[in-house]
Nanobody
Framework: QVQLVESGGGLVQAGGSLGLSCAAS????????MGWFRQAPGKEREFVAH????????SSADSVKGRFIISRDKAKNTVYLQMNSLKPEDTAVYYC?????????????WGQGTQVTVSS
């Protein structure tokens, strides 16, 4: 049974940094793409960034480019999201997700989410 468990959320002032972790378990993730998404109150869930498990190729939303860094540690089965220069509009619940294959559109597995609040 696949489990994705996020941690590291919290309250931070604008301009600060926060690091999120996603511990993945229940299968080998070779061939998978690991993503971070977020959902702010009253808004739809949106893509933040993803990374391929095997090669470590990354992609991120324009709104976080240059500020957020996604990475993974294959030995620890963990995906990270380092968030720098945080803005109040980054406030959201952040979710970790996994899908098989870069061209697959649907993420099959989701974590429970972790709250990130950025105060102005």
């Amino acid at each position: 049974q696949v489990q994705l468990v996020e941690s590291g959320g919290g309250l931070v002032q604008a301009g600060g940094s926060l690091g999120l972790s996603c511990a993945a378990s229940g299968r080998t993730f070779s061939g998978y793409v690991m993503g971070w998404f977020r959902q702010a109150p009253g808004k739809e869930r949106e893509f933040v960034a993803h990374i391929t498990w095997n090669g470590g190729s990354t992609s991120s939303a324009d709104s976080v480019k240059g500020r957020f860094i996604i990475s993974r540690d294959k030995a620890k089965n963990t995906v990270y999201l380092q968030m720098n220069s945080l803005k109040p509009e980054d406030t959201a619940v952040y979710y970790c997700a996994a899908k098989f294959g870069i061209h697959t559109t649907t993420y099959d597995y989701w974590g429970q989410g972790t709250q990130v609040t950025v105060s102005s």
